[in-house]
């Protein structure tokens, strides 16, 4: 796991400590969060490729035995570390913010400060 995806794991945990999550839904709620992370990632990065690119990648994939590490060898083909933290940072920001946008009404002022606060931190 990156360095980035390892600190959105860490921030997730602190932020569902602060709103008093249930425990036994914690790491279930941060292992969906970040693979929703990595496949949103993906996805952009595969249609951001130029259209030979894509055409390459749609005949090579589906004869992959492993798909999962044939897509990452062929992005790091085609992409700087730094652009893949990039797309990674921003998802990971767009989808941390929906989920804490679709529970805040579930949350008191207390806790929203806290997670804005722990939000603002990370997320600078």
Do not use: C
């Not at 490729?49 to 749609?58: A, G, H, R």
């Not at 941390?96 to 997320?123: G, H, N, T």
């Amino acid at each position: 796991m990156s360095k980035l995806l390892n600190d959105l794991k860490g921030i997730l945990r602190q932020i569902l400590d602060s709103i008093e999550f249930p425990d036994e839904q914690k790491d279930a709620t941060i292992v969906s969060i970040i693979s929703l992370v990595n496949e949103y990632s993906l996805i952009r990065l595969l249609i951001r490729l130029d259209e030979d690119s894509q055409v390459e990648f749609k005949s090579l994939v589906k004869d992959q035995s492993d798909q999962t590490k044939f897509i990452l060898d062929f992005l790091k083909k085609h992409y700087k570390k730094t652009e893949v933290d990039k797309i990674l940072s921003e998802e990971a920001r767009k989808l941390v913010y929906e989920y804490m946008q679709e529970i805040a009404p579930l949350m008191s002022d207390e806790e929203k400060d806290k997670v804005r606060e722990l939000l603002e931190k990370y997320f600078q």
